[in-house]
T-cell receptor
Framework: AQSVTQPDIHITVSEGASLELRCNYS??????LFWYVQSPGQGLQLLLK??????LVQGIKGFEAEFKRSQSSFNLRKPSVHWSDAAEYFC????????????FGTGTRLKVLA | GAGVSQSPSNKVTEKGKDVELRCDPI?????LYWYRQRLGQGLEFLIY????????KSGLPSDRFSAERTGESVSTLTIQRTQQEDSAVYLC??????????????FGDGTRLSIL
């Protein structure tokens, strides 16, 4: 079955520290891959996306993600976290043809310590 | 408009009442999606519109839930005879096209529905 796994429900980091959020997917073929961020009381904002080509993609707010086909992973990274990065982060996949549904992970809630 | 707009932002109603949630997608976006997000959980797909048609309603949890879209624009999600388990944030998203294209979905801020 198609699925997206975000193994870390909560992560706490100190401001200025580096961050890596994990995402693994189970899919028949390489899908389109996305990371979204959701601040409290708000909708989801697209951070970055991978469709093809360079496996390291840059996004907004200083985030980047690396697609690793062999590991079926699409981990999100940031070299230095800011307090304003505290939010919930969702990984999502979408097929490259046929249907249109996103499959979302259950999210990782990030807490940033001052 | 500049972004996806949803109204109301918050709705509190009594069990058994009907509610209507509205979504205004980004102008020109042909695909529109509804999701439900229960507290502390991920997003649950409800329904997808391509234009005014809904090729996939498989995520609607029961026949109390229905949705329509008119003018390839505004969409309304209706929940009849609300139950407490309907309490959630209902998110709407739109994209330029659907059908597995590489157009990302853009989300509204959601409607927080609370059933007393």
């Amino acid at each position: 079955a198609q699925s997206v796994t975000q193994p870390d429900i909560h992560i706490t980091v100190s401001e200025g520290a580096s961050l890596e959020l994990r995402c693994n997917y189970s899919y028949g073929a390489t899908p389109y891959l996305f990371w979204y961020v959701q601040s409290p009381g708000q909708g989801l904002q697209l951070l970055l996306k991978y469709f093809s080509g360079d496996t390291l993609v840059q996004g907004i707010k200083g985030f980047e993600a690396e697609f690793k086909r062999s590991q079926s992973s699409f981990n999100l990274r940031k070299p230095s976290v800011h307090w304003s990065d505290a939010a919930e982060y969702f990984c999502a996949v979408s097929p490259t043809s046929g249907t249109y549904k996103y499959i979302f992970g259950t999210g990782t809630r990030l807490k940033v310590l001052a | 408009g500049a972004g996806v707009s949803q109204s109301p932002s918050n709705k509190v109603t009594e069990k058994g009442k009907d509610v209507e949630l509205r979504c205004d997608p980004i102008s020109g976006h042909t695909a529109l999606y509804w999701y439900r997000q229960r507290l502390g959980q991920g997003l649950e797909f409800l329904i997808y519109f391509q234009g005014n048609s809904a090729p996939d309603k498989s995520g609607l949890p029961s026949d109390r839930f229905s949705a329509e879209r008119t003018g390839e624009s505004v969409s309304t999600l209706t929940i009849q005879r609300t139950q407490q388990e309907d309490s959630a944030v209902y998110l709407c998203a739109s994209s330029r096209t659907g059908g597995g294209s590489n157009q990302p979905q853009h989300f509204g801020d959601g409607t927080r529905l609370s059933i007393l």
